[in-house]
């Protein structure tokens, strides 16, 4: 395989991508009191990121001027299999749009507190010119049933795995190529010769389902490693100790949810009931719908004819020193399990639960009318949001952003468009085939009375406190770019300032909001580190995420808390050039700021992000604080990108939670770290 151009060779062994294994140059770097020196730690700099790897992550092609003849000079298109890139290209044109009807999931409900619920294997329609799919399902549909709770009552819920069959998802790894003319080989079905992973063929049905979102014993999360296979049942009970929300179930096994998700394992809606949100007669029963949104590729035969199998196409980017592999988007949109589908509406006003349960791909959400022109924002507006509803409704003016996991809770009003043709459309550059996903066919006549949005929707929600927030445990999170390997999760600490010259491996200093500089040293970075963050339960902290990308159109990188609801608190900018990878001379890769990163102001919250939360989008060079109110639901828990190949490839941490008197009995303190006000003990010297 050609690897890209301008990669430093270094002496390092080859690294499987996806295979748990740890990576190199990287965790507890420093121990308690060390004395931190540069300058004789590294050796050479790593050369910079080929732009067409940028692309990769997101960045569209025509924003990147160089990318092209990047690839001409490489050879690019010399890689590719013609015959087979024309036959896909010519596949991917052939599925009609609208032509099956959105799928509705039926309803479950707890009998006595108690549900079951079957993983099973079913043969399903995608969409009608498709043969019928093999797919490892919850109750035999490609979106699981919606299952309904009542805040405050407990239900338990037996996850059976009944699946059968061998692993319904044919998977290969292709190198990148890129041919003028054509969709991007992301955007196009077929292996294009790659050749089937024996390795992914003959996984087991090995599942667990975790609950996302939910406020819940460590016991019940859906803990990854404690996947369970057929004839076995995972027992879960959620006390559901929270307000009305929206959560949603997915796999979550060890090292292949990037994987089971694809099999029809990706999702269900979980829906939270209270007294408050009834106070508000939403629209309900058939006005009240699901629309999860992910992303799929499609398998083709020998003369390109699709044979009805989803496929898992890996594109490598990179193979020396390390394999990177692009995290997976492909060109066909489903809505709740169909691609394209059409829903027939009446003229009123419809609640919509919107989930983008992909593994990659962000969404920026717009309703357009028959002209190809946005909905007034009187039309559509926001509700709520990943925990809970919103104090007031937010008008949507432009779009609704969703990175993986994250929700939104809005409302259409369809009498105004009566008789007409509406379509849901993904306003962000590089969509898949189509920016359309789901037509709306408005009925003619008006349906009911007016409706009027309430003035004001969860009246018991209440921002946090900031005062009490300034004594508050501080807990910092970096997220490494991608190349020369993949993004890492750095969870920090604060330190003394280091002597000697930068970088040195695992220090990063950054300009607060005040001008200080602080410096922080990498405590962890791999999940086999030991745990670093040790939460009292019935606190709240500050959490922050800082993305260290330095390319402004990359995906997002989506940051999840489990066990917790958040509010954002603060967006800043930075800018982030200063931090750089290097060769250790004794090996493998170091990475650190060389200056301190400057401080370019601060970012927006959206409505949505200041309200209750369990993921947020981190976007390149971004730093983001949040309030995390952790309650009383001790146990061992997990932080982690929700893109799914990154926290596969370890993006993941562990935390735990534990009762505050337990905590005072810890021998040396526990590890929690102290309470930090935001400020070091050393002198900070403003740049």
Not at 52 to 73: H, N, S, W, Y
Not at 97 to 121: E, Q
Not at 473 to 478: A, C, D, F, T
Request: with cysteine; net charge negative; aromatic share 8%.
């Amino acid at each position: 395989m050609t690897s890209l151009p301008n990669l430093g060779r270094a002496a390092l062994g080859r690294r499987g991508f996806l295979v748990g294994a740890g990576t190199l140059g990287t965790g507890a770097a420093f121990g308690a009191g060390a004395l931190l020196t540069g300058g004789s730690a590294h050796a050479a700099p790593v050369p910079p990121r080929p732009d067409l790897m940028t692309v990769a992550l997101g960045t569209p092609l025509d924003t990147l001027p160089q990318a092209l003849e990047e690839a001409r000079e490489a050879g690019y298109a010399t890689r590719a299999d013609t015959a087979a890139v024309r036959a896909a290209a010519k596949a991917a044109a052939t599925l009609r749009p609208f032509v099956d009807r959105l799928p509705v999931p039926p309803v479950l409900r707890g009998r006595n507190g108690s549900l079951t619920v079957s993983l099973r294997s079913a043969s399903v329609r995608l969409h009608r010119d498709l043969p019928a799919t093999r797919l490892w399902t919850y109750e035999g549909s490609h979106l699981g049933p919606t299952i309904e709770a009542r805040s405050g009552r407990r239900l338990r819920v037996a996850w059976e795995n009944d699946l059968t069959g061998a692993f319904p998802v044919p998977a290969v790894r292709v190198p990148f190529s890129y041919e003028e003319g054509q969709p991007l080989m992301w955007d196009r079905p077929g292996r294009e010769g790659g050749l089937l992973r024996e390795d992914v063929a003959a996984l087991p049905p090995w599942t667990a389902v975790h609950l996302h979102g939910a406020v819940t014993g460590g016991a019940n999360d859906g803990w990854a490693e404690n996947a369970v296979l057929p004839t076995h049942a995972q027992l879960s009970e959620y006390g559901n100790r929270q307000p009305a929300c929206g959560l949603w179930y997915h796999d979550h096994a060890m090292h292949i949810t990037h994987l089971n998700v694809m099999t029809g394992l990706a999702a269900g809606l979980y829906l939270v009931r209270d007294d408050e949100e009834a106070r508000l007669r939403l629209p309900s029963g058939e006005h009240e719908v699901p629309l999860v949104l992910f992303d799929r590729n499609l398998d083709l035969d020998a003369d390109g004819a699709f044979t009805g199998d989803l496929l898992y196409k890996g594109i490598v980017v990179a193979d020396d020193p390390y394999e990177l592999v692009r995290p997976f988007t492909g060109p066909y949109t489903l809505v709740n399990g169909k691609i394209w589908p059409y829903q027939d509406v009446d003229a009123a006003w419809y609640r919509f639960r919107v989930l983008n349960a992909s593994n990659n791909r962000p969404y920026l959400l717009k309703l357009l009318d028959e002209e190809g022109r946005e909905v007034p924002s009187g039309a559509f507006v926001q509700i709520g949001t990943d925990a809970g509803l919103l104090p007031v409704p937010a008008p949507v003016v432009d779009g609704v952003a969703l990175a993986p996991a994250e929700r939104a809770d809005v409302l259409v009003d369809f009498s105004r468009f009566r008789g007409q043709r509406l379509r849901l459309a993904n306003a962000l550059p590089e969509p898949g085939i189509r920016a359309e996903m789901l037509e709306f066919r408005v009925a003619s006549r008006a349906h009911g009375g007016g409706y009027s949005v309430p003035d004001k929707l969860a009246r018991s929600f209440r921002p946090v406190d900031r005062g009490k927030l300034a004594g508050s445990r501080e807990r910092m999170v970096l997220v490494t770019p991608v190349y020369p390997k993949d993004p890492e999760l750095w969870e920090m600490e604060e330190t003394d300032d280091p002597t000697g010259d930068l970088p040195v491996d695992g220090i990063v200093q950054f300009e607060d909001a005040l001008g200080r500089v602080r410096t922080f040293r990498r405590v962890s970075s791999t999940y086999a580190d030991p745990v670093a963050f040790t939460v009292p339960a019935g606190t709240t902290e500050r959490w922050t995420f800082l993305s260290l990308e330095q390319s402004e159109g990359s995906y997002p990188h989506p940051m999840h808390l489990h066990a917790t609801a958040f509010q954002g608190l603060s967006r800043d900018l930075y800018d982030v050039s200063t931090f750089t990878f290097f060769e250790l001379e004794e090996g493998g890769y170091g990475a650190g700021t060389t200056t301190p990163l400057k401080r370019k102001g601060a970012g927006t919250l959206t409505a949505a992000e200041k309200g209750p939360k369990d993921t947020i989008a981190l976007h390149p060079a971004e730093m983001i604080t949040v309030a995390a109110e952790f309650k009383d639901e001790p146990g061992r828990f997990m932080h982690h990108c929700h893109i799914y190949e990154h926290e596969d490839m370890m993006m993941m941490r562990p935390f735990v939670v534990q009762p505050q008197a337990v905590m005072a009995l810890a021998p040396h303190g526990g590890h929690g770290g102290a309470p930090s006000t935001g400020t070091s003990t050393t002198r900070h010297t403003p740049h």
